[in-house]
């Protein structure tokens, strides 16, 4: 009796189109959000309590409540985990958006709402702590200050730019250099007292002299950089408000 050959099945064409099979998972289990910020959240207070070297990531471990292995495989080293925790608390911690101008009298008052907000942000005394620890560490981890560089003060300079140039655009300040106008501001703004709260020798100052500070910083900044033009018609309407108030003395 002839043995029943076998059937092989059908070889799949080379140019047949693939199937919408569902992609495959990726490898490893998913990270866990809470976890995450559980231990960024304990390596920010460590740290800033007893510094990066005299914490392990045994005592971070523990203090999150997680294993090593968990730290492990959401960064890299620790290292990494202190880069992450400067990166969030600059993002935590950065000033909002500056307003959209919407003519050249909106520039003043924008100018002076980011710089309030800014440096309110930045008299927080942890930020203080932090960069203090961070110089501290300066010589042999110049990449920790690089960290708190590239996520703070760059970012910084990048919005305070955009909004200057924004201003020119409108023809609120003429003849700048945005970018280098933006380190003028910023330098003026923090001023010595900001210097005094670093070294930890002050508090920070109150609303009231805040805000005075910042707006005297941006009537400089508009008295030498302003278009002359505007400055003109500022003049002229100063003058003829002085007339109409006391007109017997116009034609002195």
């Not at 008052?109 to 620890?133: D, I, K, Y």
């Not at 560490?137 to 200050?145: C, D, G, S, T, V």
């Not at 805040?210 to 400089?220: G, K, Q, T």
């Amino acid at each position: 009796m002839a043995s029943k050959a076998k059937i092989s099945p059908p070889r799949k064409s080379p140019l047949a189109p693939p199937k919408n099979n569902p992609a495959k998972p990726t490898r490893g289990r998913p990270k866990d959000e809470a976890k995450h910020a559980a231990i960024v959240a304990t390596a920010r207070t460590l740290f800033l309590q007893y510094g990066f070297d005299a914490v392990s990531m045994d005592t971070i471990a523990e203090g999150a409540a997680v294993s090593k292995i968990t730290i492990y495989s959401h960064f890299e080293n620790k290292l990494a985990l202190f880069r992450a925790m400067v990166e969030a608390e600059c993002l935590r911690s950065k000033p909002p958006p500056p307003p959209v101008l919407r003519d050249e009298d909106s520039a003043r008052q924008a100018l002076q709402e980011f710089g309030f907000a800014l440096c309110t942000m930045l008299s927080n005394p942890e930020l203080h702590r932090l960069e203090r620890m961070l110089l501290s560490h300066a010589e042999e981890k110049p990449e920790f200050l690089q960290a708190l560089w590239d996520a703070g003060p760059a970012r910084t300079r990048r919005m305070l730019t955009a909004l200057l140039e924004e201003a020119q655009t409108l023809g609120t300040i003429s003849g700048a250099h945005t970018a280098r106008l933006a380190d003028h501001l910023l330098c003026m703004w923090k001023g010595m007292d900001f210097k005094r709260q670093q070294m930890g020798l002050q508090g920070p100052l109150s609303p009231h002299k805040l805000r005075r500070h910042i707006n005297e910083c941006v009537d400089v900044i508009l008295r030498a950089y302003g278009n002359d033009e505007r400055k003109v018609k500022m003049t002229e309407k100063k003058e003829t408000s002085a007339i109409s108030l006391n007109p017997e003395g116009a034609g002195e």
